[in-house]
C-alpha cells in the first residue's frame, strides 16, 4: 500500500505551465493527499482569465492522477509486492521482546505463537524481518544466560511452534533473525556445573584463576562460586555472576556453540543471528581473537546457508565495528549514530551527518559489501519517547531521521505507538499495547510508563497519530528507490537550526530536511531549482508550505526534496 502523505509533481507542473502561458509564473506545486483530505500549495502572479485556466485544468487533471494513485495503491496490494524497492537487508526490522510482545496461549506472557498470530499486522506495517530476543531455555525473563542451547524455552514455545512460525513468516516475505549468545552461559547450565565441579572434561570451558592479581584488575568480573565459602578459585563473568563467560582458547568449546548454531538453520530454516556482546568473546587488549573467532564462525555458517545475516552488538564506535565487518559480520549496531540522533534532537543543530559519512568510509575499507545497523530504541536502553522527553512531535522526527537513512533500520517494537520505557530495564519492556480486550496482550509486567499511552487500536483509528506516521514512513521507504538503496551524501544547503543530508542513486537525488526547532523556519530551494530543478516535495511528519523558492518547515518537521542536477 503507497504511503498517503503525498506524492506530486512534474506531470501537474509542466501541464499548468502550459496552461500559464506568459501571464504568469509558478513556482513549484506540492500535492498531499492525507487520509480523504487533499491539500495545494502554490504561488504565482496571475490575472483572472489565467486564474480560469488554472482552475479549468485543476478539474481536469487532478481526479485523472488520483484516481491512477488509488489504482495504483490497489494494484500493488495484491501483485505480490512487485512495488518494492526495499529488499532485506536494506528493510525495516522489528525488534521484538518475546515475552512481551503478544500472548499467543492465555498465559499472559509473550510465545512464538503469540508472534505467528500477529504476522499480519507486522506485514501490514511494512516490516522486512524480525529479531526475537532469546528464546532458548534460562532461568531468567531476560533469557540472556542459556542452559540449553538446543531447547526452546517452554514460556515461549516449542520446536515445532518454531518452525511453523519461520515458515508462515517467509510465506509473507518476512524473515526471522534469532539473537545468539555466544560469550557466556548461564551459571546453570550443565556444562558450568560440571565445570565448578572440576571435571577435567569441562573445567577449561570457563575462566578460573586463583591469581589475586588478576581478580584485583577486574574485581568486579571475578566471582566466587559460594561467596560464604569462598574458595581458592574464582571465576569470570563479565555481566553478572549468573552468566560466565565461555573460554573461546578452547576449540571444544567453539566447536560446542558453532554447531548449536548451525542446528537453528539447519533445523528451522532460520535466516540470521543477532550477537549479543560480540565485542567481549576476548578482551579488549586480545580483540584480534575476537576478530578471528567471528570469522571462523560466519564463514562455517554461510557454507550452511550462503546468505545467512549476522548482526553484531558492539558498543563502540566506527573504529572498533569496522574490524567485525571485515571478518564477516554483516553489520554492527550504530551506537554512535544513535548517540548523535539524540543529541542533534536535543541541541537543535546537526551532529550526525559528517561523522555517519567517516564511518561509512572506514566500513568501505574493510567491507566494501558493509551494511549498518540503525537504532532509535532498544531493550536494554531508554525508549526514544523518554530521551525527547514525552514530546511526540520530536519523536515522529526521530522516526523520520531513522528512515531516511541508508541500510537497516531497526525498530523497537512499541516505538510505533510512542510507548515510554525508562530504567530500569522491565519498564523498557512493557507489553505491548493491543487493543483493551485483545487475548494476546501480555500482563507479566504492569504497564507502569504506558497507563495513557494510546492503544494500537486508538491510533490506527487517528490518522495523526505517531503510528501512522511509522507506517507511511515505513511504506514510503519500501516503495522508493533512493530511499531504499540510495547512498548517503552531505547536504547542498546548510542552516542553523537544521539536520540536512543527501540520499542518492545515480542522477536521481534527495534533500532530507529537518527543521529541529520549535518554530517555522524557512529554507531556500532556488539552489536546487537548475536544469531539471525539483520533481516533488514529500512532507514526511508535517505539512510544509512553499512561497516561490522558500520551503516553510513548522516546527519539528521533516521534508524530502527530490530534485536532479544538470
Given at each position: 500500500m503507497l504511503p498517503r502523505n503525498l506524492v506530486l509533481?512534474?506531470?501537474?507542473?509542466?501541464?499548468?505551465?502550459?496552461?500559464?502561458?506568459?501571464?504568469?509564473?509558478?513556482?513549484?506545486?506540492?500535492l498531499q493527499t492525507r487520509s480523504s483530505r487533499l491539500d495545494i500549495y502554490f504561488n504565482f502572479t496571475l490575472d483572472m482569465r489565467t486564474y480560469y485556466?488554472?482552475?479549468?485544468?485543476?478539474?481536469?487533471?487532478?481526479?485523472?492522477?488520483?484516481?491512477?494513485?488509488?489504482?495504483?495503491?490497489?494494484?500493488?496490494?495484491?501483485?505480490?509486492?512487485k512495488w518494492l524497492h526495499a529488499t532485506f537487508p536494506n528493510q525495516v526490522v522489528y525488534q521484538v521482546f518475546t515475552r512481551s510482545f503478544a500472548d499467543g496461549n492465555?498465559?499472559?506472557?509473550?510465545?512464538?505463537?503469540?508472534?505467528?498470530?500477529?504476522?499480519?499486522?507486522?506485514?501490514?506495517?511494512?516490516?522486512?524481518?524480525?529479531w526475537l530476543t532469546p528464546i532458548f531455555e534460562s532461568p531468567t525473563y531476560h533469557k540472556y544466560d542459556i542452559t540449553n542451547y538446543y531447547a526452546i524455552d517452554p514460556e515461549c514455545g516449542t520446536l515445532a511452534e518454531l518452525k511453523q512460525l519461520v515458515e508462515e513468516a517467509h510465506k509473507v516475505n518476512i524473515k526471522i533473525i534469532l539473537d545468539f549468545v555466544a560469550n557466556h552461559t548461564s551459571s546453570e547450565h550443565?556444562?558450568?556445573?560440571?565445570?565448578?565441579?572440576?571435571?577435567?572434561?569441562?573445567?577449561?570451558?570457563?575462566?578460573?584463576?586463583?591469581?589475586?592479581?588478576?581478580?584485583?584488575?577486574?574485581?568486579?568480573?571475578?566471582?566466587?562460586?559460594?561467596?560464604?565459602?569462598?574458595?581458592?578459585?574464582?571465576?569470570?563473568?563479565?555481566?553478572?555472576r549468573g552468566m560466565p563467560d565461555l573460554n573461546y582458547d578452547n576449540n571444544i568449546v567453539r566447536s560446542q556453540i558453532i554447531e548449536s548454531a548451525i542446528y537453528w538453520i539447519k533445523e528451522c530454516n532460520i535466516d540470521g543471528y543477532r550477537l549479543d556482546a560480540a565485542s567481549h568473546i576476548y578482551p579488549y587488549a586480545e580483540r584480534n581473537k575476537n576478530y578471528e573467532w567471528w570469522k571462523q564462525f560466519s564463514t562455517t555458517l554461510?557454507?550452511?546457508?550462503?546468505?545467512?545475516?549476522?548482526?553484531?552488538?558492539?558498543w563502540g564506535g566506527d573504529t572498533l565495528i569496522a574490524p567485525y565487518l571485515k571478518a564477516g559480520l554483516n553489520a554492527g549496531f550504530n551506537f554512535?549514530?544513535?548517540?548523535?540522533?539524540?543529541?542533534?534532537?536535543?541541541?537543535?543543530?546537526?551532529?550526525?551527518?559528517?561523522?555517519?559519512?567517516?564511518?561509512?568510509?572506514?566500513?568501505?575499507?574493510?567491507?566494501?559489501?558493509?551494511?549498518?545497523?540503525?537504532?532509535?530504541?532498544?531493550?536494554?536502553?531508554?525508549?526514544?519517547?523518554?530521551?525527547?522527553?514525552?514530546?511526540?512531535?520530536?519523536?515522529?522526527?526521530?522516526?523520520?531521521?531513522?528512515?531516511?537513512?541508508?541500510?537497516?533500520?531497526?525498530?523497537?517494537?512499541?516505538?510505533?505507538?510512542?510507548?515510554?520505557?525508562?530504567?530500569?530495564?522491565?519498564?523498557?519492556?512493557?507489553?505491548?499495547?493491543w487493543q483493551t480486550n485483545d487475548e494476546a496482550n501480555s500482563t507479566w509486567e504492569p504497564n507502569y510508563h504506558n497507563k495513557t499511552t494510546a492503544r494500537l487500536s486508538e491510533q490506527i483509528a487517528d490518522t495523526n497519530s505517531i503510528y501512522h506516521v511509522y507506517k507511511n514512513l515505513i511504506h514510503l521507504r519500501n516503495s522508493d528507490e533512493v530511499l531504499a538503496?540510495?547512498?548517503?551524501?552531505?547536504?547542498?544547503?546548510?542552516?542553523?537550526?537544521?539536520?540536512?543530508?543527501?540520499?542518492?542513486?545515480?542522477?536521481?537525488?534527495?534533500?532530507?530536511?529537518?527543521?529541529?526547532?520549535?518554530?517555522?523556519?524557512?529554507?531556500?530551494?532556488?539552489?536546487l531549482s537548475t536544469k531539471n530543478g525539483i520533481e516533488k516535495i514529500i512532507s514526511l511528519n508535517h505539512i510544509s508550505r512553499l512561497q516561490a523558492y522558500q520551503l516553510f518547515i513548522p516546527a519539528f518537521g521533516s521534508v524530502m526534496v527530490a530534485y536532479e542536477m544538470p
Open positions: 509533481s512534474n506531470s501537474i507542473n509542466h501541464l499548468l505551465k502550459k496552461s500559464f502561458c506568459n501571464a504568469g509564473r509558478l513556482f513549484f506545486v506540492i485556466t488554472v482552475f479549468i485544468t485543476l478539474i481536469m487533471v487532478l481526479p485523472l492522477k488520483i484516481m491512477m494513485s488509488q489504482k495504483l495503491e490497489n494494484k500493488n496490494q495484491t501483485s505480490s509486492e492465555g498465559d499472559g506472557k509473550g510465545d512464538l505463537n503469540g508472534i505467528r498470530k500477529k504476522l499480519p499486522y507486522l506485514k501490514d506495517l511494512g516490516i522486512g524481518a524480525i550443565e556444562w558450568f556445573k560440571e565445570s565448578a565441579k572440576g571435571n577435567a572434561a569441562y573445567k577449561n570451558y570457563y575462566y578460573w584463576s586463583s591469581d589475586r592479581t588478576l581478580w584485583n584488575k577486574e574485581p568486579e568480573h571475578w566471582h566466587w562460586l559460594d561467596d560464604h565459602a569462598k574458595g581458592s578459585e574464582k571465576y569470570y563473568g563479565y555481566f553478572w554461510r557454507k550452511v546457508k550462503p546468505d545467512f545475516y549476522i548482526v553484531g552488538e558492539m554512535d549514530c544513535w548517540f548523535n540522533i539524540k543529541a542533534s534532537l536535543k541541541e537543535e543543530k546537526d551532529l550526525m551527518t559528517t561523522k555517519l559519512l567517516e564511518a561509512y568510509k572506514n566500513y568501505d575499507r574493510h567491507n566494501p559489501m558493509f551494511s549498518d545497523a540503525l537504532i532509535l530504541s532498544n531493550h536494554d536502553n531508554p525508549r526514544i519517547m523518554d530521551e525527547v522527553e514525552g514530546n511526540i512531535d520530536k519523536a515522529k522526527q526521530a522516526a523520520a531521521i531513522l528512515f531516511t537513512l541508508p541500510y537497516t533500520p531497526y525498530l523497537y517494537y512499541g516505538d510505533e505507538l510512542g510507548m515510554y520505557g525508562p530504567k530500569p530495564d522491565e519498564h523498557i519492556r512493557e507489553p505491548f499495547l538503496n540510495g547512498m548517503l551524501t552531505l547536504s547542498l544547503i546548510h542552516k542553523d537550526g537544521f539536520l540536512m543530508y543527501g540520499r542518492e542513486i545515480g542522477n536521481k537525488k534527495y534533500l532530507i530536511i529537518h527543521n529541529l526547532k520549535n518554530l517555522e523556519s524557512g529554507i531556500d530551494l532556488s539552489l
